[in-house]
């Protein structure tokens, strides 16, 4: 992956790169260039951006879930999304990887139903640091998100609509507790490229190895290291999971090609095993026997958990991969490259991919599956998420349609809940779609 850190303004970094866009040009010119560049807003454009929630039935009655008063605006939804997509330009590693894949292969059908919108929180305001690392939201409950705010993870309360402060990296932390291996001395001004967040334990990937560890009901911080003082020691992906023994474990993958597992009880480093490649994602398998390894390579790596050695490979994605995730009936996992594809793969036959799932506009970046194996969500950069059937054998989609960055997407562990973060300039808010079900007269909290 790229070892360069995103600024908190998504337009300053992509003057160069010509990859994102942003809402906010559009209101002060609609007929000029939308991507990048800073906007003057005078007190017109400052009142349309006065943007309050959306719930739920303010949508039904035809409100725009981001609040955007297309109304008021010399440009319509359907004419910018249309410019969205034909100007919207894919970052890739291997080039015209994404052009390739769109004469090769076809979206799915739209027309699946299976979450709907329930309320835009425009008080949560996710960033992003890192272009290419999108896994920084994340839910323990239906009710509980945890996120990337600038320096701080927050936490969200959907029940209480109460924003707080977990966890602030702008200035100094140090580990309230003292663990082998741990750097008592803490860090100052980390930079935060990942984070994983499950039932009580927290933990965060920096820019330069760091991990830092958090228990959701204690106070202070449990533990902190550097995984490595090379120069490109980004972390790129953590996990957190049980062990075989019923143990919570978590796995980082970081730019020096390591993967590495440690507890979390004693945060000792269990195992470190080594690639020829940054490793971008990774994820343990159900049985916790294999591991899927994707990062700057054309082939997905599966390992094995205990000896770290590589047991078999997937072949068909053209650029880099950063996103990967099992299915609950440990024989089908999936992974999502930079080509704009999800592949979906089954153990049992690893000489194709069994689904090509293509995106709209650009690299796959999230993929999570649902608990209960029905669903599995797909996040692009940028604008657009999908909620494929796995019952449908993957040939049945879900379209979920917004503006803005994606700066991560997550289902509550009981599938009630789908959260999607959103970066934008002026349109920064945290999406939440509720689980349909056959008889849901009310919307509820409960």
Same mark, same amino acid.
């Given at each position: 992956?790229?070892?360069?850190?995103?600024?908190?303004?998504?337009?300053?970094?992509?003057?160069?790169?010509?990859?994102?866009?942003?809402?906010?040009?559009?209101?002060?010119?609609?007929?000029?260039?939308?991507?990048?560049?800073?906007?003057?807003?005078?007190?017109?454009?400052?009142?349309?951006?006065?943007?309050?929630?959306?719930?739920?039935?303010?949508?039904?009655?035809?409100?725009?879930?981001? %609040?955007?008063?297309? !109304?008021?605006?010399?440009?319509? &939804?359907?004419?910018?999304? +249309?410019?969205?997509?034909?100007?919207? $330009? =894919?970052?890739?590693?291997?080039?015209?990887?994404?052009?390739?894949?769109?004469?090769?292969?076809n979206?799915?059908?739209?027309? %699946?139903?299976?979450? !709907?919108?329930?309320?835009?929180? &425009?008080?949560?305001?996710? +960033?992003?640091?890192?272009?290419q690392? $999108? =896994?920084?939201?994340?839910?323990?409950?239906?009710?509980?998100?945890?996120?990337?705010?600038?320096?701080?993870v927050?936490?969200?309360?959907?029940?209480?609509?109460?924003?707080?402060?977990?966890?602030?990296?702008?200035?100094?932390?140090?580990?309230t507790?003292?663990?082998?291996?741990?750097?008592?001395?803490?860090?100052?001004?980390?930079?935060?490229?990942?984070?994983?967040?499950?039932?009580?334990?927290?933990?965060?990937?920096?820019?330069?190895?760091?991990?830092?560890?958090?228990?959701?009901?204690?106070?202070?911080?449990?533990?902190?290291?550097?995984?490595?003082?090379?120069?490109?020691?980004?972390?790129?992906?953590?996990?957190?999971?049980?062990?075989?023994?019923?143990?919570?474990?978590?796995?980082?993958?970081?730019?020096?090609?390591?993967?590495?597992?440690?507890?979390?009880?004693?945060?000792?480093?269990?195992?470190?095993?080594?690639?020829?490649?940054?490793?971008n994602?990774?994820?343990?398998?159900?049985?916790r026997?294999?591991?899927?390894?994707?990062?700057?390579?054309?082939?997905?790596?599966?390992?094995?958990?205990?000896?770290?050695?590589t047991?078999?490979?997937t072949?068909?994605?053209?650029?880099?991969?950063?996103?990967?995730?099992?299915?609950?009936d440990?024989?089908?996992?999936?992974?999502?490259?930079?080509?704009?594809?999800?592949?979906?793969?089954?153990?049992?036959?690893?000489?194709?991919?069994?689904?090509?799932l293509?995106?709209?506009?650009?690299?796959?970046?999230?993929?999570?599956?649902?608990?209960d194996?029905?669903?599995?969500?797909?996040?692009?950069?940028?604008?657009?998420?999908?909620?494929?059937?796995?019952?449908?054998?993957?040939?049945?989609?879900?379209?979920?349609?917004?503006?803005?960055?994606?700066?991560?997407?997550?289902?509550?562990?009981?599938?009630?809940?789908?959260y999607?973060?959103?970066?934008?300039?002026?349109?920064?808010?945290?999406?939440?779609?509720?689980?349909r079900?056959?008889?849901?007269?009310?919307?509820?909290?409960?």
């Amino acid at each position: 992956m790229q070892a360069q850190s995103m600024p908190h303004r998504l337009v300053d970094q992509f003057d160069d790169m010509d990859e994102e866009g942003d809402i906010a040009d559009f209101l002060d010119d609609t007929d000029g260039e939308y991507y990048g560049g800073e906007t003057a807003l005078d007190d017109d454009d400052m009142e349309l951006t006065r943007v309050t929630d959306t719930s739920s039935a303010q949508a039904r009655k035809g409100k725009d879930i981001q %609040g955007i008063p297309w !109304e008021r605006l010399n440009i319509t &939804r359907e004419i910018y999304r +249309t410019t969205r997509l034909e100007q919207y $330009r =894919n970052y890739e590693n291997i080039p015209s990887s994404g052009e390739a894949v769109d004469k090769e292969c076809n979206q799915m059908e739209k027309g %699946g139903n299976y979450y !709907e919108f329930f309320h835009n929180a &425009r008080l949560v305001k996710p +960033t992003i640091l890192h272009f290419q690392l $999108r =896994n920084l939201v994340w839910a323990t409950s239906k009710h509980d998100v945890y996120l990337m705010s600038n320096y701080s993870v927050m936490h969200w309360s959907s029940l209480s609509r109460n924003l707080t402060e977990v966890l602030n990296f702008s200035g100094h932390i140090a580990p309230t507790e003292k663990h082998t291996g741990s750097l008592l001395e803490g860090f100052t001004q980390t930079q935060i490229s990942t984070l994983a967040v499950r039932d009580n334990f927290l933990v965060a990937g920096g820019f330069q190895g760091e991990l830092t560890c958090k228990r959701l009901d204690r106070k202070g911080v449990s533990f902190c290291t550097r995984t490595t003082y090379e120069d490109n020691a980004i972390t790129n992906a953590i996990e957190i999971y049980d062990s075989p023994s019923g143990e919570i474990h978590f796995m980082a993958s970081n730019n020096d090609g390591g993967v590495r597992e440690y507890d979390m009880e004693r945060f000792q480093l269990l195992n470190h095993f080594r690639f020829p490649w940054p490793v971008n994602h990774t994820s343990v398998s159900p049985d916790r026997k294999l591991i899927t390894v994707v990062g700057d390579h054309l082939d997905g790596w599966l390992v094995d958990s205990r000896s770290g050695k590589t047991v078999a490979s997937t072949v068909g994605h053209l650029d880099y991969s950063f996103a990967s995730a099992w299915h609950p009936d440990g024989c089908t996992f999936a992974t999502g490259n930079q080509d704009k594809t999800c592949r979906v793969w089954d153990l049992r036959n690893l000489s194709s991919s069994i689904a090509i799932l293509k995106g709209n506009m650009g690299a796959v970046r999230s993929i999570r599956y649902s608990s209960d194996g029905q669903f599995m969500v797909v996040a692009e950069p940028v604008d657009f998420v999908h909620v494929y059937s796995t019952k449908a054998d993957y040939k049945k989609r879900q379209e979920i349609d917004f503006f803005g960055e994606i700066s991560g997407v997550c289902l509550s562990p009981d599938d009630e809940s789908l959260y999607i973060g959103v970066w934008d300039q002026i349109y920064a808010s945290l999406l939440q779609y509720n689980k349909r079900h056959r008889y849901n007269y009310l919307d509820s909290y409960v």
